[in-house]
């Protein structure tokens, strides 16, 4: 389930970005595409959203958390979740080539949004962000805020 979660997160990005071709418009997407994840989609309606997001936000950290991952990544477990961080650290390098730490950022932003989210929902005090319905936006500023100043330094 975890795998077809980013799977689905990946077309989803491949199909909203068709005809974007600013690097920021695409990471600012991006961005969007995984925190809105979390709510209800009618343009989806065999897929509930919400209840596999909150699988994927109590699960899957879970899923390489453990004494055995090392055995499942050289079989493959983690594909997909790789290729999602690899097709975001691409939009991070057309931003700027240079930058050192494209994958890292990737990963960092998919799993501060699912957090955050999951805190503003459960444990807020971790967290800067409301449950309301300005939630989405608020989480995708933050994000934005913490990792562009950081991929535009030194272009």
Avoid at 10 to 18: K, M, Q
Avoid at 92 to 102: H, S
Wanted: aromatic fraction near 10%; charged fraction near 30%.
């Amino acid at each position: 389930m975890i795998n077809w979660y980013w799977e689905w997160m990946s077309g989803r990005i491949d199909i909203h970005l068709l005809n974007i071709t600013d690097p920021k418009e695409k990471f600012r997407k991006v961005l969007q595409l995984l925190v809105d994840a979390a709510r209800r989609n009618t343009d989806t309606p065999y897929i509930d959203e919400d209840i596999l997001h909150r699988v994927i936000v109590r699960e899957g950290s879970k899923t390489y958390h453990h004494k055995l991952v090392d055995n499942e990544n050289n079989d493959g477990f983690f594909l997909s979740y790789k290729f999602i961080c690899a097709k975001i650290g691409e939009i991070i390098l057309e931003i700027n080539p240079q930058y050192q730490y494209p994958k890292s950022t990737a990963s960092m932003l998919i799993e501060t949004a699912n957090n955050n989210i999951y805190f503003a929902k459960h444990l807020p005090r971790l967290s800067d962000i409301s449950d309301s319905d300005e939630m989405d936006k608020d989480i995708v500023k933050m994000l934005e805020e913490i990792a562009l100043p950081s991929i535009l330094k030194n272009k």
